[in-house]
């Protein structure tokens, strides 16, 4: 089973750069990038939720899971 980070494409859809959407978010650009990246194993509910705000989208428009018969 596997979560997909979609936020990239949700920053393109917005026409938002990572720095402008790490300050309105309030994290280090480094953090956002990994999170664009799919880079973690974890991420908090209070920056998913700012990072939700700043986009004015929904958790589900960022993360897809996939099982691993998709995959």
Known sequence: MA???RLDRVMADRKISL???AE???IANVNLSKI???KISAI???TLEAIC???DCQPG???EYKSDEQA
């Open 44 to 46: 908090r509910f209070s």
């Open 19 to 21: 720095n402008q959407l």
């Open 3 to 5: 979560i997909i980070l």
């Open 36 to 38: 664009k990246t799919g």
């Open 53 to 55: 705000a700043a986009l």
């Open 61 to 63: 428009d960022i993360l």
């Open 24 to 26: 309105k978010v309030g």
